[in-house]
């Protein structure tokens, strides 16, 4: 019988992950679309795949039987996908990002890299919130300029910037007019956040890891930073900015104010660990040298 591509990628995911949860976040869908996807599969191979307990999921043996091909099957097809890619077409290398980079990298860095590849053209595109591998995960993109963290095995990265973080405020907030914010202030506010399938990428801007358990109030969800802005200016929530990103995206009626007490985020490019084109590397290596 024949499978996708896509549900070896479930396979292996929940297989790795032993919880359907995290595994939905690792392959971006949501966690009931996974569980129907992998009893579907289930019932065309005729077998269970996994034995759930309200601990977690092991495979059963036949689904351990089938773990490795269906690892080797998605490892050759990642590696021979972007080269047939390049096969027959003008040499490009796509760089995705999930926001205007801006910080005068990729600037600096399309100038160098075309000095020395001149065979060679750069795209830039935009990626939503959605897949924060910024299109590393279905190679719709040769390197990634993203933030950190990002959930997906097999990737490569080098931060470029660390910066604080703050909070994007509407005009007239109660905070609006505080010179700095403590992040205990902003516990009870709505936020805007990423959307699930973001995953830690989620939690890092709803700082989860600062809370102590304290519960989050999620006012909307966005798929990108004009999505978020519109939705802060709109009053439904705020939410937390690196200090870079609120210089490039100023907008009236919207103030940005420091917190305290955060770790900063971080700016980082990726890329495939078994991309071994001489382009990719060359085009890393115009990002982060000074």
Same mark, same amino acid.
């Given at each position: 019988?024949?499978?996708? #591509?896509?549900?070896?990628?479930?396979?292996? $995911?929940?297989?790795?992950?032993?919880? *359907?949860?995290?595994?939905?976040?690792?392959? *971006?869908?949501? !966690?009931?679309?996974?569980?129907?996807?992998?009893?579907?599969?289930?019932?065309?191979?005729?077998?269970?795949? *996994?034995?759930?307990?309200?601990?977690?999921?092991?495979?059963? $043996? !036949?689904?351990?039987?089938?773990?490795?091909?269906?690892?080797?099957?998605?490892?050759?097809?990642?590696?021979?996908?972007?080269?047939? !890619?390049?096969?027959?077409?003008?040499?490009?290398?796509?760089?995705?990002?999930?926001?205007?980079?801006?910080?005068?990298? !990729?600037?600096?860095?399309?100038?160098?890299?075309? $000095?020395?590849?001149?065979?060679?053209?750069?795209?830039?595109?935009? =990626?939503?919130?959605?897949?924060?591998?910024?299109?590393?995960?279905?190679?719709?993109?040769?390197? &990634?300029?993203?933030?950190?963290?990002?959930?997906?095995? &097999? #990737?490569?990265?080098?931060?470029?910037?660390?910066?604080?973080?703050? =909070?994007?405020?509407?005009?007239?907030?109660?905070?609006?007019?505080?010179?700095?914010?403590?992040?205990?202030?902003? #516990?009870?506010?709505?936020?805007? $956040?990423?959307?699930?399938?973001?995953?830690?990428?989620?939690?890092?801007?709803?700082?989860?890891?600062?809370?102590?358990?304290?519960?989050?109030?999620?006012?909307?969800?966005?798929?990108?930073?004009?999505?978020?802005?519109?939705?802060?200016?709109?009053? #439904?929530?705020?939410?937390?900015?690196?200090?870079?990103?609120?210089?490039?995206?100023?907008?009236?009626?919207?103030?940005?104010?420091?917190?305290?007490?955060?770790?900063?985020?971080?700016?980082? =490019?990726?890329?495939? &660990?078994?991309?071994?084109?001489?382009?990719?590397?060359?085009?890393?290596?115009?990002?982060?040298?000074?």
């Amino acid at each position: 019988m024949d499978v996708d #591509l896509r549900d070896l990628r479930y396979l292996i $995911a929940v297989a790795e992950e032993a919880n *359907f949860t995290r595994a939905a976040a690792r392959v *971006f869908v949501s !966690q009931p679309a996974l569980s129907k996807q992998i009893r579907a599969l289930e019932r065309r191979l005729g077998f269970e795949l *996994f034995e759930r307990t309200p601990r977690g999921v092991t495979l059963t $043996a !036949q689904g351990a039987e089938l773990l490795p091909t269906a690892r080797e099957m998605v490892e050759r097809w990642d590696r021979a996908y972007p080269r047939a !890619q390049a096969i027959g077409r003008p040499q490009t290398l796509v760089v995705g990002m999930q926001t205007a980079v801006g910080r005068d990298l !990729q600037r600096r860095a399309i100038s160098r890299f075309r $000095a020395a590849a001149p065979d060679w053209t750069v795209s830039l595109r935009l =990626v939503g919130w959605s897949d924060p591998t910024a299109g590393l995960a279905d190679a719709s993109s040769d390197v &990634g300029v993203v933030w950190l963290p990002i959930p997906l095995d &097999g #990737l490569r990265t080098r931060v470029l910037r660390r910066e604080s973080r703050g =909070v994007m405020l509407p005009e007239g907030h109660r905070l609006a007019d505080h010179a700095t914010v403590a992040f205990t202030d902003l #516990l009870d506010e709505p936020f805007v $956040a990423l959307p699930r399938a973001a995953g830690p990428l989620r939690d890092h801007w709803l700082a989860i890891d600062a809370r102590d358990g304290h519960p989050v109030r999620v006012g909307a969800e966005a798929t990108g930073a004009d999505e978020t802005f519109e939705a802060i200016a709109s009053g #439904l929530g705020v939410a937390l900015v690196a200090a870079g990103n609120a210089d490039l995206y100023r907008r009236p009626g919207l103030v940005f104010r420091p917190v305290g007490g955060l770790e900063p985020a971080e700016l980082a =490019v990726a890329w495939r &660990g078994d991309d071994s084109r001489s382009a990719t590397a060359l085009f890393v290596d115009c990002l982060t040298e000074p």
